[in-house]
């Protein structure tokens, strides 16, 4: 804040001192005349000022241009005048510029306020705690002026399942925003649509395929998890979820992976089991494929006893930490990270579970 206060407070003395030095330049530098010049401070006022600040430095321009021929002596000539008349000018332009400049800056205030609503929007809430699983996120963006890209996760809790996907749709930008948008949409509906996590699958991907351009698809992780445990997988060209029991983990190995959606018409889920106590991550490429400034890949199996921190929240943090050190701070790839983990029966009698709006955690 302080920071801010003072570059406020330069950018507000800055047309004044560079008037006051042209004034004194102007009086005690002989044989030249820098009265013309003084238009330049409400000028200056004008980028970065409110129209009131550049209406007082362009008056005391005019004020100082038209006494200035007291000691130039020139009070009164025609290069005088002209002078004056060339100072008023400016100064005029200069409000105009700052009253032109304010209303562009309200309005690109009022776009990019709807832009971040409509962002946030897509950022899926994840439940704190659901049906005996707790869960945590993050989203990270690789661009500093938008909250969401192609990465997409969701949790939806169904009558007898609980049911998450993770999935990176390729390219960047409003096309792959755009598509996220399809496929959280059709995973929504199919999740509670259909008892089988084949058939969610399968909406997911003809959602992608009537969206999609021709070189455009999305790969996608389905986890459907069952009251006892049982664990139901479906890789449609991602990453496998990585199992974590204490400060170890293994990835679950899927053994049918798909093609990405878009590309893939049958999917074939993977069993798999799911102890209480046990945490799963599921993440995007932008994990580990993060690099640093020797090209060098972020290791993930070099992190996973982080991730057993006390609660989930920490775990993300301390691995969003150690990724942003290795990569020098910038990613060059958005990153979702869903981390979750079974609770045993004492820890979901202690629990309730979180009601659907309740805020995730997300890093940018």
Same mark, same amino acid.
């Given at each position: 804040?302080?920071?801010?206060?003072?570059?406020?407070?330069?950018?507000?003395?800055?047309?004044?001192?560079?008037?006051?030095?042209?004034?004194?330049?102007?009086?005690?530098?002989?044989?030249?005349?820098l009265t013309g010049f003084?238009?330049?401070?409400?000028?200056?006022?004008?980028?970065?000022?409110?129209?009131?600040?550049?209406?007082?430095?362009?008056?005391?321009?005019?004020?100082?241009?038209?006494?200035?021929?007291?000691?130039?002596?020139?009070?009164?000539?025609?290069?005088?005048?002209?002078?004056?008349?060339?100072?008023?000018?400016?100064?005029?332009?200069?409000?105009?510029?700052?009253?032109?400049?304010?209303?562009? +800056?309200?309005?690109?205030?009022?776009?990019?306020?709807?832009?971040?609503?409509?962002?946030?929007?897509?950022?899926?809430?994840?439940?704190?705690?659901?049906?005996?699983?707790?869960?945590?996120?993050?989203?990270?963006?690789?661009?500093? +002026?938008?909250?969401?890209?192609?990465?997409?996760?969701?949790?939806?809790?169904?009558?007898?399942?609980?049911?998450?996907?993770?999935?990176?749709?390729?390219?960047?930008?409003?096309?792959?925003?755009?598509?996220?948008?399809?496929? #959280?949409?059709?995973?929504? +509906?199919?999740?509670?649509?259909?008892?089988?996590?084949?058939?969610?699958?399968?909406?997911?991907?003809? @959602?992608?395929?009537?969206?999609?351009?021709?070189?455009?698809?999305?790969?996608?992780?389905?986890?459907?998890?069952?009251?006892?445990?049982?664990?139901?997988?479906?890789?449609?060209?991602?990453?496998?979820?990585?199992?974590?029991?204490?400060?170890?983990?293994?990835?679950?190995?899927?053994?049918?992976?798909?093609?990405?959606?878009?590309?893939?018409?049958?999917?074939?889920?993977?069993?798999?089991?799911?102890?209480?106590?046990?945490?799963?991550?599921?993440?995007?490429?932008? #994990?580990?494929?993060?690099?640093?400034?020797?090209?060098?890949?972020?290791?993930l199996d070099d992190h996973?006893?982080?991730?057993?921190?006390?609660?989930?929240?920490?775990?993300?943090?301390?691995?969003?930490?150690?990724?942003?050190?290795?990569?020098?701070?910038? #990613?060059?790839?958005?990153?979702?990270?869903?981390?979750?983990?079974?609770?045993?029966?004492?820890?979901?009698? @202690?629990?309730?579970?979180?009601?659907?709006?309740?805020?995730?955690?997300?890093?940018?």
């Amino acid at each position: 804040m302080r920071t801010r206060g003072s570059a406020a407070v330069a950018a507000d003395w800055g047309p004044a001192g560079l008037l006051g030095l042209l004034v004194v330049a102007d009086a005690v530098i002989p044989g030249i005349s820098l009265t013309g010049f003084f238009g330049l401070a409400p000028l200056v006022a004008s980028a970065t000022g409110a129209p009131a600040v550049t209406v007082l430095v362009g008056l005391v321009a005019v004020v100082a241009a038209v006494v200035s021929g007291t000691w130039d002596h020139r009070f009164g000539s025609g290069q005088h005048a002209a002078a004056c008349v060339l100072v008023a000018a400016q100064a005029a332009v200069a409000v105009y510029v700052a009253v032109v400049r304010l209303r562009r +800056e309200r309005e690109l205030g009022r776009v990019r306020a709807v832009a971040d609503v409509a962002q946030r929007a897509l950022l899926p809430v994840v439940p704190g705690t659901v049906d005996g699983i707790a869960f945590a996120a993050r989203y990270l963006s690789a661009a500093a +002026e938008t909250l969401v890209g192609g990465d997409l996760y969701e949790v939806v809790a169904t009558a007898g399942n609980t049911r998450m996907i993770i999935g990176d749709v390729k390219g960047k930008g409003l096309p792959a925003v755009r598509l996220t948008t399809v496929v #959280l949409g059709a995973f929504r +509906e199919a999740a509670v649509s259909y008892p089988e996590i084949e058939r969610v699958a399968g909406a997911c991907t003809r @959602a992608v395929s009537r969206e999609a351009g021709a070189e455009d698809f999305v790969t996608a992780l389905f986890v459907d998890v069952c009251s006892d445990g049982s664990l139901r997988l479906i890789s449609a060209g991602h990453p496998p979820p990585i199992l974590l029991s204490g400060s170890s983990g293994r990835p679950v190995a899927v053994t049918e992976p798909s093609p990405p959606l878009g590309i893939a018409e049958n999917f074939t889920a993977t069993a798999s089991q799911w102890d209480p106590g046990d945490r799963l991550l599921l993440f995007t490429d932008g #994990l580990i494929e993060a690099r640093d400034s020797n090209r060098v890949f972020f290791r993930l199996d070099d992190h996973l006893a982080d991730l057993a921190a006390a609660t989930l929240d920490a775990a993300l943090d301390r691995l969003v930490v150690h990724l942003h050190g290795h990569v020098g701070g910038n #990613l060059h790839d958005d990153l979702a990270l869903l981390l979750a983990e079974r609770l045993a029966a004492c820890d979901r009698a @202690a629990q309730h579970t979180a009601p659907r709006g309740s805020p995730s955690s997300h890093s940018a």
